[in-house]
């Protein structure tokens, strides 16, 4: 059976970085770029015409910053995922961006392979952060959430978390449990509220740092 290439939306207001990410993702199997934006809000504008899998984002741009953009992808297309590429790693940023939805989060000089992995895991629902990055969420982590074992989790949540750590969507989530997909949505409300989260990104860090997901 053929499988639909994941559509991909590259907004950078910098045409050589564009350029690079358009021809990179180019000789990519199963991947097809479908639309570029050179500022916020036109990466909104084509993000709501063209309905893409995945829009790499950067922060820093005219008109409507990453940020911005993020947010209202999050209302207009909530099922394209956001994946940051970009120069600045500053902990406000990287804490606006997952807080606006973005499931990935990578600095530009990133190698060509780490950047098809984030692509191709975060359409699969999936969330990607480079070392960094990584290190910076799960200083946060640490500090807002002192018990790594997850007590106050039911054993199907903290099942169902296991899963989502892991980068598995909520679709092969239910198939996998046997259970609704709906219950499954309801389950990861419940382990947001439980564990003090506002993204699936920061539930996904939080989770592996405890051990969740091997």
Same mark, same amino acid.
């Given at each position: 059976?053929?499988v639909?290439?994941?559509?991909v939306?590259?907004?950078d207001?910098?045409?050589?970085?564009r350029?690079?990410?358009?021809?990179?993702?180019?000789t990519?199997?199963?991947?097809?770029?479908?639309a570029?934006?050179? %500022? &916020?809000?036109a /990466?909104? +504008?084509?993000?709501?015409l063209s309905?893409p899998d995945v829009?790499? !984002?950067d #922060?820093? $741009?005219p008109?409507? %910053? &990453?940020?911005? /953009?993020a +947010?209202?992808m999050?209302?207009?297309v909530?099922?394209?995922?956001? !994946?940051v #590429?970009t $120069?600045?790693?500053e902990d406000?940023?990287? /804490?606006?961006?997952l807080?606006a939805?973005a499931?990935g989060y990578?600095l530009?000089?990133a190698e060509p392979?780490?950047i098809?992995r984030?692509?191709? /895991?975060?359409?699969a629902?999936g969330?990607?952060?480079?070392?960094?990055?990584a290190?910076?969420?799960l200083?946060?982590?640490?500090?807002s959430?002192p018990a790594p074992?997850?007590?106050?989790?039911t054993?199907?949540e903290r099942e169902v978390?296991?899963?989502?750590?892991r980068?598995?969507?909520n679709?092969?989530?239910?198939t996998?449990l046997g259970i609704?997909?709906?219950?499954i949505?309801?389950?990861i409300s419940?382990?947001?509220?439980?564990?003090?989260?506002?993204?699936?990104?920061e539930?996904i860090?939080?989770?592996?740092?405890s051990?969740f997901g091997a």
């Open positions: 059976m053929e639909d290439p994941i559509r939306l590259v907004a207001d910098h045409p050589i970085v350029g690079g990410l358009v021809a990179l993702l180019d990519l199997d199963g991947v097809e770029v479908v570029q934006a050179a %500022d &916020g809000a /990466a909104v +504008r084509e993000a709501v309905r829009v790499i !984002l #922060l820093r $741009m008109h409507l %910053d &990453g940020v911005q /953009a +947010r209202r999050a209302v207009e909530p099922e394209t995922a956001v !994946l #590429l $120069m600045f790693d406000e940023l990287i /804490a606006d961006a807080a939805g499931r990578l530009k000089g392979e780490e098809e984030a692509v191709r /895991a975060v359409a629902g969330a990607i952060f480079s070392a960094d990055v290190s910076r969420v200083g946060r982590s640490r500090a959430e074992a997850f007590p106050q989790l054993a199907r978390l296991d899963l989502i750590a980068g598995i969507s679709a092969a989530i239910a996998r609704a997909a709906k219950t949505g309801n389950h419940a382990i947001f509220l439980k564990l003090g989260v506002a993204s699936r990104p539930a860090v939080l989770a592996r740092e051990g």
